[in-house]
């Protein structure tokens, strides 16, 4: 997520890397990217990017970044508290909030991923599919679902 030294757009704090990790470029190129333990979203509206901190996360991003961006700043934590392992709590929480702002296929997913009730995870992976029918990572995950749960997928 980070490309170099940077600080939250917030709270100013800075924020270094902590590890360096090589990723794969769509042509095969190994990339070497800084990683930062700490929990941040980076959101873009045009030219203008907000690294937001964990501890800047929800209340003071709220008053700095802009209405139309809250979906995605909330959207990311989700995907950051899931990536570190929390799929309770702080992640269903986070897109909860994205979808309070906009019922978005990428939070519906991500929610149905977090929840423990399987049939309304299905219900929310459905609905994922109808409002975007071509995101693909929805019709994996409940895919996935289904098989692990020895369901034949209906799609």
Same mark, same amino acid.
């Given at each position: 997520?980070?490309?170099?030294d940077? %600080?939250c757009s917030?709270?100013? %704090?800075l924020?270094l890397?902590?590890k360096?990790?090589?990723?794969?470029?769509?042509? +095969? $190129?190994?990339?070497?990217?800084?990683?930062s &333990? @700490?929990?941040?979203?980076?959101?873009?509206?045009?030219?203008?990017?907000?690294?937001?901190c964990?501890s800047c996360?929800?209340?003071? &991003?709220?008053?700095?970044?802009?209405?139309?961006l809250?979906h995605?700043?909330?959207? %990311?934590?989700?995907?950051?508290?899931? @990536?570190?392992?929390?799929?309770?709590?702080? *992640?269903?929480? @986070?897109?909860?909030?994205?979808?309070?702002?906009?019922?978005?296929?990428e &939070? /519906?997913?991500?929610?149905a991923q977090?929840? %423990?009730?399987? *049939?309304k995870?299905?219900?929310?992976?459905?609905?994922?599919?109808?409002? *975007?029918?071509?995101?693909?990572?929805?019709?994996?995950?409940?895919?996935?679902? /289904?098989?692990? $749960? +020895?369901f @034949?997928?209906?799609?």
């Amino acid at each position: 997520m980070m490309v170099d030294d940077e %600080q939250c757009s917030i709270c100013k %704090q800075l924020i270094l890397p902590d590890k360096m990790s090589t990723w794969v470029d769509s042509d +095969g $190129n190994e990339i070497k990217v800084p990683e930062s &333990a @700490a929990i941040l979203a980076l959101i873009e509206d045009g030219g203008t990017e907000y690294l937001v901190c964990e501890s800047c996360y929800p209340e003071k &991003a709220m008053s700095v970044i802009p209405p139309p961006l809250m979906h995605d700043l909330h959207y %990311q934590f989700g995907l950051e508290y899931m @990536a570190r392992g929390d799929r309770s709590d702080r *992640s269903k929480c @986070a897109f909860l909030r994205a979808l309070d702002v906009r019922r978005s296929a990428e &939070a /519906l997913t991500g929610l149905a991923q977090t929840i %423990q009730d399987h *049939s309304k995870s299905v219900v929310l992976l459905k609905e994922a599919i109808e409002i *975007s029918p071509d995101f693909k990572y929805a019709h994996s995950v409940l895919e996935d679902f /289904l098989e692990r $749960n +020895g369901f @034949a997928p209906d799609f």
